[in-house]
Every structure is written in structure tokens, then in C-alpha cells.
């Protein structure tokens, strides 16, 4: 575990995604990161970051969760490093050393991408496919282009590493009134949301199981007998 990059926490949205990552540490021994909850999307994110202060510079963050894909490269249980974020036209890398230390630890099982950043759920498989097509992005999340867009500018060290959800070939129900402006979900409109389109809701619930089970199992791999030097 020598070569395994320091980290100091791990960042992952609350909900169902930030259980699978303290169930994939819960079994680990040994010192391991601190791991907090999130809001999900971007503004709900970036007054989160600016009110928390919970992040000391020159730190290593690493940030977790589940994403979309905009390719046919990628579909539900894949694992992918982000290489960067985009968000209307404007780029934000992912520190490039970090990512490389952790893309050598588990090269055999994880892709390289260039993630979008959206501040709404995109649930159209078309649109999915245009996005990917124009803008040469690999996935699409909620978060990661305001995460690094904080960090970087906080001299913070920022990887991310996600599990992909939902594929490009099949829409989803449109769950963007489910969020709300503090970034938690909402059951009604969630509720509804489902209920309006239960083909697509089925595949969805389907694919976040997989990738959840696959976040488990990612989290739990990089930090068996982790311990911080």
C-alpha cells in the first residue's frame, strides 16, 4: 500500500451514495479519511464549500459518487477517473498527479474520461448523445465542475472517481424538481417522478443499484490496509 496517494478526505453526495462509500470503509482497519456528505448540484455545492471551510489547503480530496454516461464507451458498473470537468465552456483539471497515482493502483479497472458538469438531471438518451458528440465529454454529474473549480483555487489537490449509473442509450425520468435548493432530494416530486415513467424509472433504480454495489466494492479496494502516513 506504500504506492497508495495520501488523501485526506473523500467527498461524496449524501443520500445513497455516500452510505455505499462508509460501507465500502466499514469492514477497513486502520486510519482512513474523513468522509462527508454533500449536496447535490452545483449552486447547492459551491455555498456548501464556502460556509464549511472544512478543507485545509495544500489537503488531497478525493470525490466520489455515480454519473451518467454521454458514450457508448461506458456503461452502467464502469469505473472512471475524471481527467477534467467542463461546464459552459469553461475547463477545471483534476490535479493530474494525484489522478495518476490512483489510475496506476487500479488501472485494470478503471477508464480515464472528461466529465460535464450539468445543474440539471440530463434524461434524455438523445441529449445525452448530442452532449457527448459536440462537447467531446465522456459523462455527465451534478458537482464535480464547481468542486474543482473551489479547490483549485484553494491550492487543494482534487481526483475524482465515480461509478457510471446510467448509460446513453435510455432515457431516465426527469428527477430535476426533485432536487431541492439546499441539494437534498425531495421523496414526492422523486416519488412522482417515477411513478410518471416506471420503464425508465426501473432502469434507473436497476443501474444506480449496480453502480452503487460497484462503488462498494471501488471504495472498499482502494483503502483495504490503508493507512496515513
Known sequence: MSNFPLINTILVP??????AVCRGLSGVTGSIPTVVAIPVGMKPLLKYLQQSQLIAPK???????????????????????????IYQGRRQECDR???????????????????LTSDRVIWSAAEKRHLGETLAADVVDMEGFTALEFFNAAGVDVAILRVVSDDCQHNIPDLTSAINSDG?????????GMLQQPIAAARLIRGSLTALKV???????LFSGYSQK
Not at 14 to 19: I, S
Request: glycine share 6%; aromatic share 8%.
Open 14 to 19: 449524501q443520500g445513497a451514495e455516500y452510505k
Open 59 to 85: 489537503s488531497r480530496v478525493l470525490i466520489m459518487g455515480i454519473c451518467g454516461s454521454l458514450s457508448d464507451r461506458h456503461t452502467v458498473g464502469d469505473i472512471v477517473l475524471y481527467q477534467d470537468c
Open 97 to 115: 498527479t494525484f489522478t495518476a497515482q490512483l489510475h496506476s493502483y487500479i488501472s485494470d479497472k478503471v477508464s480515464l474520461v472528461k466529465s
Open 184 to 192: 437534498s432530494l425531495n421523496p414526492f416530486p422523486l416519488a412522482m
Open 215 to 221: 462503488l462498494k466494492q471501488v471504495t472498499n479496494l
